[in-house]
């Protein structure tokens, strides 16, 4: 979600019921994402008690458990969303949780993306580096460079904070959106609201899935080169999450990107879209820790187990690489 962007993340504000399709289309993600924040909140409540209390902290389980701190506090914002989408743009929780709520928003996509692209790059120091990886890959360095990640976040967020504000309509209507002109000239907020939505488009997604994209690259010609295919077994999880975090978000944040550059001429046909990509952009938040229990283990030895079991081999340090043909590698983490 890009800070200050001009279209709301439940496109609440935009909802148009001119048409049976866009009124299907509301409704549908009213109902996904009622289900969604009932999913999300047992879902990454249950990775935070396993991975924050109930296992040994690691640099892969640090970086987990802040994953489902984030999606967690964003499910915990899920409720008001359904609220204004119900009331068709309404906002009806005042001026000051107009702008903790949407920075919550804001911070969980930052957050997320920056963690996924971190556990990406621990995965492929570990395959290129194994030694350097165990000798300089610790619990405290991990710490420090998921703090950095949700200060650099909470950075990124505060355009969204300053700008976000109540706004009476003509009807009267309150709804929690930007308002530019309050900061600048009416013939400046155009551009800047243009340049902050790229410049946070760049930093905030397309960035940092190229890099995920490149780490992968880096592991997958190391693996083919020793010629040790088990050792992607690993990455699976990771290659889930990524891949689904890239599926569920890029809809909404092109069309936000596009709100952002058209800003004051939004079409009607990317307001009829806000509803279902941002809707489909938050359901993101409670598939990891379904990911974690399918992908984390065969699928014969889930059933056997429990769910806590499972959860607890999906997020935990292996060293599964080790064997005769890549025991060099045997310090790299698997899930």
Not at 40 to 45: A, D, E
Not at 171 to 178: D, I, N, Q, W, Y
Request: aromatic residues 12%; contains cysteine; hydrophobic residues 50%.
């Amino acid at each position: 979600m890009e800070a200050n962007s001009s279209i709301p993340l439940n496109g609440s504000e935009v909802v148009l019921h001119d048409s049976t399709t866009t009124e299907i289309l509301w409704i549908m993600s009213v109902v996904v994402l009622s289900i969604t924040f009932v999913l999300g909140v047992l879902g990454n409540g249950l990775v935070i008690w396993v991975a924050g209390f109930r296992m040994v902290h690691t640099v892969t389980t640090i970086c987990y458990l802040n994953l489902a701190l984030s999606d967690f506090s964003f499910m915990a914002t899920l409720p008001l969303h359904i609220t204004s989408m119900v009331m068709n743009g309404k906002w009806l929780f005042g001026w000051f949780l107009c702008k903790v709520v949407h920075t919550i928003v804001h911070i969980n996509l930052f957050v997320s993306v920056f963690l996924i692209t971190l556990i990406a790059m621990d995965r492929c120091i570990c395959v290129l580096h194994p030694v350097w990886a165990q000798n300089h890959r610790t619990v405290s360095l991990a710490r420090k460079v998921v703090v950095g990640a949700w200060i650099l976040a909470l950075l990124l967020t505060l355009p969204n904070f300053l700008f976000l504000t109540t706004v009476r309509d003509a009807k009267g209507e309150v709804h929690c959106m930007p308002d530019l002109e309050s900061w600048v000239t009416t013939t400046l907020s155009s551009t800047v609201n243009t340049a902050v939505g790229i410049i946070s488009f760049l930093i905030g997604f397309s960035m940092p899935m190229s890099f995920i994209a490149i780490f992968y690259g880096l592991m997958a010609v190391k693996i083919c080169r020793i010629g040790f295919v088990n050792s992607s077994r690993p990455l699976h999880v990771l290659t889930a999450v990524a891949v689904c975090f890239f599926i569920c978000w890029f809809p909404f944040q092109l069309i936000v990107l596009l709100g952002n550059i058209w800003y004051k001429e939004i079409p009607n046909s990317i307001h009829m879209l806000v509803n279902p990509a941002s809707t489909l952009a938050s359901f993101n938040s409670c598939l990891n820790p379904i990911l974690y229990v399918f992908l984390g283990q065969e699928f014969r030895k889930r059933l056997i187990y429990s769910l806590y079991a499972s959860l607890e081999r999906s997020l935990k340090e292996d060293s599964v690489l080790s064997n005769d043909k890549g025991s060099n590698l045997s310090s790299c983490p698997a899930d």
